[in-house]
């Protein structure tokens, strides 16, 4: 139980396009869910705070224009990475607090960008 | 939230028992201590958490020194399987909502088990 889904686990995509990430709870509501990103041998960083039905808060340095979050129901929260650039590959991992665990997470997006 | 400090990598023999040190001196009295691991290309998976009292669950054990400067996570059978990056977080636990629920990841230890 409490299992955070996210999909894609991969995506390929050329410069310039965007691409969209789901991120699912599955068997639990999550009105707060977390997008992390990590760069190769890095740890995670926290991106941004996805808040059902409001706006999305974003940390320092993380454009909210290119990183567009939409969070409209209590099981879904979706992350578009717009316009994407090759500095953008990265693997991004969406997580949500649950009844188990402080946060359970998904297993990750690898966004390569070519 | 108090910081965090662990080993950068640690190795341990199939079957032995992995002893993962965390200090936390700076944590506070309504801190807990919590453990996750990572295992390549995949997203963290919660192991197990504890405020002052040693924990175990299927997975490990949680040892806190009695002053809760320092934890150790205990892997008791270690499998190759284990081979992740482990991570000691420290923060408040029963957050009702909002931003203050995410947790902040450090380095990590990389555990890698040998055969």
């Known amino acids: 139980g409490a299992v955070v889904s996210q999909h894609p686990s991969w995506v390929i995509c050329k410069s310039g396009t965007s691409v969209k990430i789901e991120c699912r709870s599955l068997?639990?509501?999550?009105?707060?869910m977390f997008w992390y990103r990590q760069f190769p041998k890095q740890s995670l960083m926290l991106m941004a705070t996805?808040?059902?039905?409001?706006?999305?808060?974003?940390e320092q340095g993380v454009e909210k224009d290119k990183f567009l979050i939409n969070h409209a129901s209590l099981t879904l929260s979706t992350l578009t990475v717009t316009s994407a650039h090759p500095e953008d590959s990265s693997f991004y991992i969406c997580?949500?607090?649950?009844?188990?665990?402080?946060?359970?997470f998904g297993n990750g997006t690898r966004l390569t960008v070519t | 939230d108090a910081k965090t400090t662990q080993p950068t990598s640690m190795d341990c023999a199939e079957g032995r028992a992995a002893n993962l040190p965390c200090n936390h001196s700076?944590?506070?009295?309504?801190?807990?201590v919590y453990w996750y691991r990572q295992i390549h290309s995949q997203g963290p998976q919660y192991i197990i958490h504890?405020?002052?009292n040693n924990e175990t669950n299927e997975m490990a054990s949680l040892i806190i020194t009695e002053d809760r400067k320092s934890s150790t996570l205990i892997l008791p059978h270690a499998t190759l399987r284990d081979t992740a990056v482990y991570y000691c977080?420290?923060?408040?636990?029963?957050?009702?909502?909002?931003?203050?629920?995410?947790?902040?990841f450090g380095s990590g230890t990389q555990l890698t088990v040998l055969p």
């Open positions: 700076t944590i506070s009295g309504n801190e807990y």
């Open positions: 504890g405020l002052k």
């Open positions: 977080i420290v923060r408040v636990a029963h957050i009702s909502s909002g931003s203050a629920r995410q947790l902040t």
């Open positions: 996805s808040n059902e039905g409001s706006k999305a808060t974003y």
């Open positions: 997580s949500a607090p649950g009844p188990r665990a402080p946060l359970h």
């Open positions: 068997d639990f509501q999550a009105t707060t």
